[in-house]
Structure formats: C-alpha cells, structure tokens
C-alpha cells in the first residue's frame, strides 16, 4: 500500500484546468470571480462540482445547509471517512483560488486514486462546505459551522442578506440545494484542507507547502478618544486636548504589542475616524477599531490585557478621556499534531521545501477541528493578495499542494477502526 | 485733553444691552446667532447700527462692497480719520460676541465722547465690514479686503453663495446696501479692532486684555500617504507597509515641529481619512491636512521645511510613498508698533490685567494692517469658544475692553497730521 501510495502522482494538469473551467462561472472582467453564496452563479458552481463528482464515481449527498459530500466508498464503509474540501463561494470581487482550490483539489485527489484504481480502507469525501466567505449572508464559515454544530440549522436558515429580502432557506430551496441529509455532527475520522496562504510568507521565503499548525485567535475591540474640539489657531499647543495625538499614540502602541509577541502576534487598526475633521480644528473625537491576532490564546490575552493598558496610559499622558471595548473573541484553534505531521511529512516525501505556518484568516477547518482531527496545507499566492480578483497562483504550487494533500488523506484513510 | 480722557468711563450697562439687542437679530434656539452675510438678518442687523449710528449724531455712508461707516466729525476734518470696527456678520451657528463685540464697542466709543461733549482733533469712523466670517460667500474678510485694495470689487461682486444662486452684488443690492462711496483704500490715520480672543490663553492667565502685538502666518499642507492594503491576519508585522503607522507618526512630528517653535507656533492636523477604513485591513491610504501657524514668517518657514523632513523621514523610515503639498500661504501681521503701544498704555491707565497676544485667527485688522496703523484689542471668552452658539463673554471684561479701545482711539485722534 505505502509503495504504491509513494507512486502516486496528482494530474496537476486537469486540477489548473478544473479550476480554470471553475473560474468562469462568475467570472469578474478584471479576472477575478464573482459567486456570492446560494446565487444562480453558485447553483452553476456547485452543479459543475456535483456533474464533475459523479463522473468520478461519487455518491453525492446534500445536507440541511447545502453542504456538498461527494464520498468516495472505502473497503470498509462502516469506518468514518476522511473529509477534504473547502468551499466554491467567493468574495463579491474575489479570485480564483480562494476555496475552490480546496474543493476542486480534493475532487483531484479522488480522481487520482481512481485512476491507480487505488482502494482506500475508509471512505473518503470530497465537500464544498456553504457560504465560508460570509459576504451575502452571515456569520461566515456557516456550512462547516453548522456540519460542526456550533450553529443552529433553524437560527442560519432564517437569516437575511443584506437587504433584507431572503432567507438562507429561500435561497438554499431556490438554488435546489435544501437536502434532506442532517446538518449535524457525524462520526468523521480526519479533515484535510488546501486553501491559499492569502498573506506573504509563503512567497517570501520561496516555500511551495505551509503546513498549518494553528489559527490564530482573534480578539476585536471598538476604542473611542474624547478631546475638545478646538480652533487650530488661537489654541496653544499645550492648551490642547488633540483626540488624534491619543489616537495616533496608540496605532504606534498596537504595533508594539504586536512586535512583543512576534512573530506570530498581529495587531492592526483599521478603521479610524476623526471628528470633526475640519482642517482648521483641532479634533474632539476619535473612533478606531483594534484587531488583536495570534495563535497562543494565553498570549492573545496577554495582548488584550497590554492593549487595555496602553489605551489606559495614551488617555491619562494626553489628557483625554475615552473607552474600549472588546466585541469579539475567536479563540485560537490548534491543528490536531498527528494530522500536522501527516502532512509534514507529505510534504517531505514529495520533495516540496515547507515550513510550519499560522493561519491568519478563518477557514472551514478551523470549526472541522471542533469535531474531528484537522489540518490544512498551505500554498503561496501571488503577493500575498486575496481577496482581490487579482489573486494568483504558481500552477507548480497548486500541484504540489494537491500532492501533499493526497499523501496525509491517504495516510488517515487508511487508519485501522 | 489727557485730563478729561483720564475721567472718561464708557457704559458697560449700555454696551453690553447694545450687545442683546444686536444678538436678538438671527438669534437661535440655542443662544447663539445665525446672521449671514448679506442676508435679510444682516440687513436688520445693518439697520439697527446705521439707526444707533445716526441717533449717536454720526454721518454714515455705505461703500460699493457694503462695508459701513458711521463718522463722527473732529476738529480738522480734513485729517485722516481714525476708524474703529469689526463686523455684524456671523457663522451659522455663531456667537453673540464674534464681530458684533468690536463693532458695538465702536459705537460705545462715540456714545461716551458724545456724552462727555469731547471733540477730537480727527474724524472717527465706527466701522462695520462686510462679511468677514465667509460662510456664505468666500473669501472670508472680503469687506476689509476690498477696502484695503487687496480683493478687485468687480471680482468680489461677482462671487456666488454656496448654491450658486445669488452674486454678492445682487444681494448687497436686494438688502439695499450696494453704496455709493468707493470701495477703495483712503487715508487712515489709524484702525483699532476690539475682539473676543476666541483662545483660551486670557482666560487661562485670569486677564482681561490681551495685547495683540500680531496675527500669525498660516500655511496649509495637503499630504497623501500610501502604503498597501493587506489583510490584518496573515500579514507579518515586518512585512506591512501600513498607511495609517506613517500618518500616526506624522501627527506626533506635526506637534513636535509646533512645540520647537514654542510658545507662538501651532501645528494641528484636522482632516484624516483612513482608506479603506474596515476593521481587518491594514490601510494602504492616508490623507491628511497639515496647519501650520507662527506670528513670524521665518519662523513659519522653517516650521513648513521641517514638516517637508518630517514627511520624508516618516515616509522611508515607514516603507511608505506619498506627498505632501502646501496649498494656501497667509503671510503673518505684525501689528504697528505705536498703536499696539497704545493699547498697552491704555490697559495700564484704566488698571486692566494684561498681557501681549499673538491672533491665532484671522480678522478685518489684517487687511487695514497693509494700508494703515493698526492694532487689536482682545478680551476673554468662556473656555476659549468662538465659532459656537454657547459663544460667552464675561461684561466685566466686555466694558474693560472698550475702555482701552477708547483710550487707545483718543491717543490716535489727537495725533496733529
């Protein structure tokens, strides 16, 4: 089994051209892809997946929330089966890669032992978990959230998009992809992932293969600083209670305490607005977002705790007033360290340069690992950009991916029961 | 003469229901003034004056740009007069101290000599500008600007209010105020303005008279400053190029830069827009408004230099581009020596708590400074507010300024030519 395992070779090849095929539904005239969740677009997405799914000789089930399992049978289809996948809705102004990688590489996977009419002791399935990118409907991550039980069917059923107009259910019925299979924890043996880096290390360091050990948790905070709105002219500068001074302050202090905790510690503001914002007035009022990441919860609480500090400190030097709150919390998950090291060790055996990495975004896996071991594999993309309908990536790198992801799912599928 | 100056007192009590009675036109819901240039307000405004004006024994004519004069005759009419002013002119959501304080208190000046029976060697003109503040119709000061040769009337009768609908000749005219006297530079013995600080140095130092020696040299920057939008999670720290992280250090160098030139420069940043501004983006754009002020042009210039540095440091040290441009230069008033001696002297003489002041902001003595003497007296307002309907003045100090513009005029008038 192991030798004609190691002989193995993914068509990487029909994978570029599947996710080329898969690329123009939705296609975006700047290159990109367009396929918002439970649209006419995703319908033409996940109909192509189930079409290519079966001609490779799988049984298809959908579950309450839409999602995909294409199962590939196993010599012993008593055992739970080894789950791969990702997810075939984007960005409204997405890329290519980002989720129909995973799904389209897994159905490579399956393809590629078919060809080796290459039998697996378990079961395996291919899935395109619905809505992961959360942008027509939230939250994000809602198929595998829900496959996972940590949301409720009926609460993601009943939820609008943004206009207000549809129901997830609507949609899902309308799209034909209600399915009678329960959106509901089953036994699963492994969950594998390939997905895009979406950041810049990959790339950075001339690395094919990240193997990804953790997510990292984050932890969201809105902070609002008080001054007083003053004339630019007549005030003296140590008159001034500058809302921007405190607010400027403490962009330097969070990427302080990102560096504290480097390398794996990130900290960003993002949003920040300033009032009045009048050029001759001195501004009374700041509101700024924080978002606080890293893959240690121990030390993301540490970060919280230093953020609250600075804000402390910023307030009390400058003289202003103000408050912080936190607003969200993800804790970090960890991949579980037999399912890393499968692909690790998949990445050795095919001779692809790889390092440990953390990943930065959420993914599917991440509520995959509440219930099941996990792991994902990285590639790199172009500039670290997605997101973007100028996303890329190196055809070797989406191979190679792809060969990685083969090796760790046929190691746990053929884990004993 | 200096005798019976000494015995003068002017009537606070009168000055101050002068004051209540001029606040009551355009006055709004919140205790302040809506008084618009030019508006049917300002025409009642315009009226009440020219009425008191007269009933003071005053001959007043109007000029081709509106601005109102109201002559009380002297000895030698043939010399140059002394005028005396401001203007009635408010923001749309004024004070009732703004303007109307310094033209009221040249009306008290008449009212006291008149009282006293005291003739002048020269004429004395009370003063009202026309549209100073600008709400309505730019540039601000464009009563005193055409009467100082510094704006052509034809060009300045040709400027339309915000909407575009009316030409400030049309509605001087429809307001009965398009006079017939040249809007034109004449001779002048001497100008003196009477003015709330709208600062907060006075009242901070518990002084009722500020000195005004100068009114600083503004200068604006437009910078831009561009770094890459990368998503907040799997982006390094080391390898961001954050927008926000340059402007963040660039508002701290702004107030450095002020604080160099200690106690008169002022550094502010007002506008600040932050591209995209979403939570879990490193910004990639910045646009900013530098405001830089000193009373000295030297000064001021090597502030704009140092802020050229500042920006490229900030921008190579940031791994950031961007630009920076200066869009508008107000060169600084240094105020004539002998009158702002006058003021000093007259503050001494009625006993007044006072200090030298530089004018952060702008006013009609600006513009008489190019073609006369000239000087400005300030006193306290409530917390430093201008500019807002909670606008306050103490009467105590409102009748304090008064009697050293008087004093000060008196010196000026009985100058021989």
């Not at 080329?20 to 006419?40: P, Q, W």
């Not at 969070?254 to 009045?276: M, N, Q, Y």
């Not at 501004?283 to 609250?308: F, I, K, N, Q, T």
Request: with cysteine.
């Amino acid at each position: 089994m192991a030798d004609r395992a190691n002989e193995l070779k993914v068509d990487g090849t029909r994978l570029w051209a599947s996710l080329m095929d898969m690329a123009r539904i939705g296609a975006t005239a700047k290159g990109g892809v367009c396929r918002l969740a439970l649209t006419e677009v995703d319908r033409a997405g996940r109909d192509t997946f189930v079409r290519w799914a079966e001609a490779a000789g799988c049984a298809v089930t959908v579950d309450g929330i839409g999602n995909i399992f294409a199962r590939r049978a196993g010599r012993d289809e008593a055992l739970a089966p080894v789950l791969v996948g990702s997810h075939l809705d984007s960005q409204p102004t997405g890329g290519k890669f980002d989720g129909a990688y995973g799904v389209l590489a897994a159905l490579e996977v399956v393809r590629t032992l078919n060809d080796a009419r290459l039998e697996t002791l378990r079961p395996i399935e291919a899935v395109s978990w619905t809505n992961e990118e959360g942008s027509r409907f939230a939250p994000a991550m809602m198929g595998s959230g829900t496959f996972a039980g940590e949301f409720a069917l009926a609460d993601m059923l009943a939820r609008t998009d943004a206009e207000g107009g549809t129901t997830v259910g609507a949609a899902l019925a309308a799209i034909g992809y209600d399915g009678a299979a329960p959106a509901a924890p089953r036994p699963v043996h492994a969950y594998f992932e390939a997905h895009i880096e979406q950041g810049p290390i990959l790339e950075a360091a001339h690395t094919a293969i990240g193997v990804v050990t953790a997510i990292q948790g984050i932890r969201w905070f809105d902070c609002r600083i008080e001054g007083m709105e003053a004339h630019a002219g007549p005030t003296p500068m140590a008159a001034r209670r500058d809302a921007l001074l405190g607010a400027a302050r403490l962009v330097e202090r969070v990427r302080a305490i990102a560096l504290d905790h480097a390398p794996d510690g990130r900290g960003t503001v993002g949003e920040f607005r300033v009032h009045p914002g009048s050029r001759n007035v001195i501004p009374g009022r700041v509101e700024l977002s924080v978002d606080l990441r890293h893959p240690d919860a121990g030390a993301l609480a540490a970060m919280a705790a230093a953020l609250g500090e600075a804000v402390a400190a910023v307030l009390a030097d400058s003289g202003l007033g103000g408050a912080l709150e936190q607003i969200w919390y993800s804790p970090p998950t960890a991949f579980d360290a037999a399912c890393v090291d499968a692909v690790r060790r998949a990445a050795a055996e095919v001779g692809a340069a790889h390092r440990d990495i953390t990943s930065g975004a959420g993914h599917d896996a991440k509520y995959l690992a509440d219930i099941c071991p996990a792991a994902m594999v990285f590639i790199p993309c172009k500039g670290g950009i997605s997101h973007n309908e100028i996303e890329d990536a190196d055809p070797a790198h989406v191979a190679a991916g792809c060969e990685v992801l083969l090796r760790a799912v046929l190691e746990k599928a053929e884990e004993p029961g």
